[in-house]
């Protein structure tokens, strides 16, 4: 019988997946949390792109992150990690990519956030995008990035 892959969990004895197979964690629904969001993370200030945007930018993005977090919370993990949306646009990171600003999510004494980090768009032209790592069904967010400083892209320009 073939051994049953799982996927990295938090500690050894998650009360709620106890050592769960991966095709069970995938049809569970997507959850967030902010136990690691950082935002003083030179990066990642609101303060310079308040200051390019203007203010009403931050009221903007403030609605358009909560409407994409709400939508994003009524999927399955597995429709999560297989869209193919352009606005969405949700994929691994590439921490030896060229393109990429870091070298990891620094999180201290922890290395395991660095192998599953994922960032997604907030919206398709605008608002940047959300970085952070998928533990079970729980994306844990690390940092806004509005201004698109975490990767620079193929043209090695910021938007």
């Known amino acids: 019988m073939p051994k049953k892959q799982y996927y990295k969990t938090q500690t050894t004895s998650n009360p709620k997946f ?11 629904l997507m959850r967030f949390s902010f136990k690691y969001l950082d935002l003083t993370h030179e990066l990642f200030t609101f303060e310079a792109v308040c200051q390019q ?26 429709d999560f990690r297989q869209s193919n949306s352009r606005a969405l646009r949700a994929h691994p990171i590439n921490w ?16 395991e956030p660095d192998e599953c980090a994922y960032q997604f768009n907030i919206s398709l032209s605008k608002y940047g995008r959300i970085i ?8 844990f967010i690390r940092w806004l990035d509005p201004g698109h400083q975490c990767d620079i892209g193929r043209h090695g320009k910021r938007r």
């Open 132 to 139: 952070g790592f998928m533990i079970d069904n729980t994306f």
């Open 53 to 78: 945007y203007g203010n009403d930018y931050y009221k903007d993005y403030k609605q358009a992150l909560l409407k994409r977090l709400a939508s994003i919370s009524t999927w399955k993990v597995n």
């Open 18 to 28: 106890p050592k769960t197979p991966i095709k069970k964690i995938t049809q569970y």
């Open 96 to 111: 030896l990519s060229d393109t990429v600003q870091l070298t990891g999510l620094g999180i201290l004494n922890n290395s």
